[in-house]
Every structure is written in structure tokens, then in C-alpha cells.
């Protein structure tokens, strides 16, 4: 996107990640930049410096174009504005939350005029404020018709989306389409190894409700993928997303756990729990850190010490999320819960950290998984 002339740079946190690792360099990265915030952001348009959007208020866009006249018509831009990735919501939805149809053209006998033409404001006479950012200029005789984009459009007038800015270490609030909104979502992709390479991203939030940005997530997420698609519709009269099979869609099986290796990790994580007084007591024995005289506790800094993994697709992992043994943040932060429930509690983070530390050999050992300490001060 074009950023506006002139000195604002607060149009650079409106339209460009903001987190350190988020440096978009393809459509692909793009995508999974949305799926990461969470939402689709609003925004004026804007071409060559100037925006496109009429009236006063940022819009996200639409197409209900059939699939297939889409790829079609992304195939024929010269341009990269448009390209085959994409968001695919059902059109009731989009409508119960304010989306509409852009309005094509005015009535010849409506002189056309702008209340401030810097900012594409139109005279209130000729469409009121409210309805302006539905407005497309159309004109069959100078050759300007987009009327075949078949273009809906949702406006926003406050700043309703958190985004996380890890440059200066706090929230700002945007104006954006969260997709919590939505109750399923399908993501549009060329190749399903694009899909096995995001499908990781999305579980992370599926698992844990959230999105890295703090957003809630959607529910149920499908993977389109269009290089099977393509190969159908041409075989097939199908025009509409909703009468593809489902065998043009990817979907992820994760291997299940034998009933032997279920038992095994009650086992093992019983094991680990049980042994916590032990290992607590060999703290005690083995510390050199000094006391306070009057209450006789650690002088030491307080928090707790949690045993995580960030393997998401580990089959354990899995089970141990299904069972609720473990809990998922958001950038698929895992930790295993309670593992310290049967030792005293004590200001001292190196206490917890010996603790977990011994367990976290035994889980890694007889699971032969990858967990590691994550400290955290109180």
C-alpha cells in the first residue's frame, strides 16, 4: 500500500506490522501477518499518496465474485494489488456486521461536488456522510467500471483492535475487523505446503483462544487450497466456495496416543509431582543463599519457574493439551500445570527453578521430549 504525502508518521503503525519479527516481504507473509493479529485493518486505500476511499470513514473490502472469476481476475491484473490469497467469510456474516455493497456511480441530474476534496469528502446533499465510503466512481464512456469486483465494504469509525507494538512495549488501538467475529473462517492458499506451514500458526491460537496480538480467534478454520481447486473447477460446473468437496481442502491429523502411551505420561507427569517435596528438600540442603535474620526466608528475588515446550505438533503435547495438563498461550507458550502444587510456597525463584528443573530431566528423558525452564519474577 502507497502511504499518503506528507510528514504524519502515524500512517506507519495504521499499515505496517508492528512486531519486530513481522517485516512483510510476500502475499504469503502478508496473510499469515493477519492470521497472527487476528484481524483484517481498515484503511483509506491509498494510491500514489492519495485515498481512494470516499467519505470519512477507513473501510475493510470484499469481493463476491465466484472463486473461480476471482482467480480469474487476480490472473489478469498487471499489478500486485491482487493476488490469489485470501480470507473467505460467509456473505450473512459479513452483512450482520455492517458490510454492504458499494454504490456505483451517481445520477447524472446529481452535480457532483466535494465538501473537502483533500480528504474525498462529498457534499453531505449528494450522499450523507454515513453511506460515503460505500461510493465508486463509475463512468462507462472515460472506461472507469469496476462494477465486475462485485465490491462490499465495512466501515469503521473508532479505534475497536489492539494491536501488540513490541518496539515500544505497549498497546495501540487500530481500526479493524477482528475475525473472533466469525464463526468460521477459510484461509485461501496456492499449495498445501503453504497450508502445512501456517496450519502451526493457527493451531497455536485455536489451542489457546487468542491470537498474538491479544485478539480473540475464530473457532473453526478451513484451508483452501487452490491448486486442488482449480484442477476441480475446471472438471466441474462449480462456481461457489460452498459446493467445493472437501477434497480440495486441507485438513490436519495429528497421530494419536497408544493406550500404552497414555498411561505413560499420567505416569510420568504423577511422577514428577510426587517427587517435588524431594527435590525441594535438596534445594534446602544444597542452596547457598542467605536468610533474612527476622523471618528466616531466602534472600532472593520472588516468582515462579514453569516447565514449557513451544512443540505444538508433538503428539504428546497434544494429548497433554486435550487432557488440560497443559495450558497454551498465545505464540504457542505451553506449560505444564501444577507441577509444584505439593511443595510450600516460598518467596524464591531459585527454589522453583531447581524444582522444575529436576522435573523438566524426567520429563524430557521418558518422554523424550523437548521442555525447558521459563522463569518469571513476581
Not at 290 to 304: E, F
Request: overall charge negative; proline content about 3%; charged content about 30%.
Amino acid at each position: 500500500m502507497d502511504l499518503p504525502k506528507g510528514e504524519n508518521k502515524n500512517f506507519t503503525k495504521a499499515y505496517y506490522p508492528l512486531r519486530v519479527d513481522s517485516e512483510i516481504n510476500s502475499e504469503f507473509e502478508c496473510l499469515t501477518n493477519i492470521i497472527k493479529e487476528g484481524g483484517l485493518r481498515a484503511s483509506f486505500s491509498y494510491r500514489n499518496g492519495k485515498q481512494t476511499i470516499y467519505g470519512k470513514y477507513p473501510v475493510v473490502c470484499f469481493t463476491e465474485m465466484p472463486l473461480i472469476n476471482f482467480l480469474q481476475y487476480a490472473k489478469s491484473r498487471t499489478d500486485t494489488r491482487i493476488t490469489n490469497y485470501g480470507l473467505a467469510f460467509l456473505k450473512n456474516d459479513i452483512f450482520e456486521y455492517g458490510g454492504r455493497p458499494v454504490i456505483s456511480g451517481l445520477s447524472y441530474d446529481n452535480t457532483f461536488n466535494f465538501e473537502d476534496i483533500s480528504n474525498r469528502i462529498l457534499d453531505p446533499k449528494i450522499l450523507g456522510y454515513s453511506e460515503q465510503y460505500r461510493y465508486v466512481k463509475l463512468d462507462l464512456r472515460k472506461r472507469n467500471d469496476w462494477t465486475h469486483e462485485r465490491e462490499w465494504r465495512i466501515k469503521f469509525k473508532t479505534s475497536n483492535f489492539s494491536i501488540r507494538d513490541e518496539l515500544n512495549n505497549n498497546y495501540i488501538f487500530i481500526k479493524a475487523l477482528p475475525i473472533s467475529h466469525f464463526d468460521e473462517i477459510i484461509i485461501i492458499l496456492q499449495s498445501e505446503k503453504e497450508a502445512i506451514e501456517i496450519q502451526p500458526i493457527v493451531q497455536d491460537q485455536l489451542d489457546s483462544g487468542y491470537c498474538r496480538s491479544g485478539q480473540e480467534f475464530c473457532e473453526k478454520v478451513k484451508y483452501l487450497i487452490l491448486d486442488n481447486a482449480i484442477e476441480y473447477l475446471n472438471e466441474n460446473s462449480v462456481t461457489s466456495i460452498e459446493n467445493l468437496p472437501d477434497t480440495v481442502y486441507y485438513e490436519h491429523v495429528y497421530e494419536t496416543l497408544s493406550d500404552q502411551e497414555k498411561k505413560k505420561i499420567y505416569l510420568t507427569i504423577e511422577k514428577c509431582k510426587k517427587l517435588a517435596p524431594k527435590f525441594a528438600n535438596e534445594f534446602h540442603k544444597k542452596t547457598k543463599l542467605s536468610k533474612h535474620p527476622d523471618d528466616n526466608h531466602y534472600i532472593d528475588v520472588g516468582g515462579w519457574a514453569n516447565i514449557r515446550t513451544d512443540n505444538t505438533q508433538n503428539k504428546y503435547v497434544r494429548y497433554l493439551i486435550k487432557k488440560d495438563i497443559a495450558s497454551i498461550f498465545s505464540d504457542g507458550f505451553i506449560w505444564l500445570k501444577d507441577m509444584d502444587i505439593k511443595v510450600p510456597v516460598i518467596q524464591s525463584l531459585t527454589y522453583y527453578d531447581y524444582i522444575a528443573g529436576k522435573q523438566i530431566e524426567i520429563l524430557n528423558q521418558e518422554l523424550n521430549l523437548n521442555f525447558y525452564l521459563d522463569s518469571r519474577i513476581d
